[in-house]
């Protein structure tokens, strides 16, 4: 069983479209990242949200944190064919009493944006 | 700043013989990652150094793995004997904070093929 579950695992639309990508578990957490990977390149990190309801938005590009720090969405808007990548999401694992943790991730969306 | 850098870049290689995949992080950067891309497991944790010092090597496959990290400014990661099953991307990845609100920075990572 995934600790994160990330849906759907592929999205094929056209330039111009809206996606939501959606990133879930039954765990909550203290923080969750987004990051996205192009072709034969490693991951890039592209927003962290900390607190519950918390919605950052980056260009076209929209990140919500659910209210029970459980879950996430990604939507972006107006698609255009750079966008094109798989999209993780990734957790921190805290061990007891520590302040370390290690990236967990999901397995990740790959979307395919046509021109 | 250059970033995380890997070499090399691509390896192919026949069963049996030792590979040795290097990292050098970003300066300033205090822990360093190990992770492990194929399609059907997605991104693995292999190993975190902290302050050159492993900290959590729970995810390394088998005995034929170690990493080591002399010092602050490089590390590596040897398998020894390969096997086709250890055919990946390969993945470094540096952060001044281990997971939490900091997120890691990635290399361009190793494709590794042992055939």
Known sequence: TQLLEQSPQFLSIQEGENLTVYCNSSSVFSSLQWYRQEPGEGPVLLVTVVTGGEVKKLKRLTFQFGDARKDSSLHITAAQPGDTGLYLCAVPLHAGGTSYGKLTFGQGTILTVHP | ?115
């Open chain 2, 1 to 115: 700043d250059a970033g995380v850098i890997q070499s090399p870049r691509h390896e192919v290689t026949e069963m049996g013989q030792e590979v040795t995949l290097r990292c050098k992080p970003i300066s300033g950067h205090d822990y360093l990652f190990w992770y492990r891309q194929t399609m059907m497991r997605g991104l693995e944790l292999l190993i975190y150094f902290n302050n050159n010092v492993p900290i959590d090597d729970s995810g390394m496959p088998e005995d034929r793995f170690s990493a080591k990290m002399p010092n602050a400014s490089f590390s590596t990661l040897k398998i020894q004997p390969s096997e086709p099953r250890d055919s990946a991307v390969y993945f470094c990845a540096s952060s001044f904070r281990a997971g939490g609100n900091y997120g890691y920075t990635f290399g361009s990572g190793t494709r590794l093929t042992v055939v």
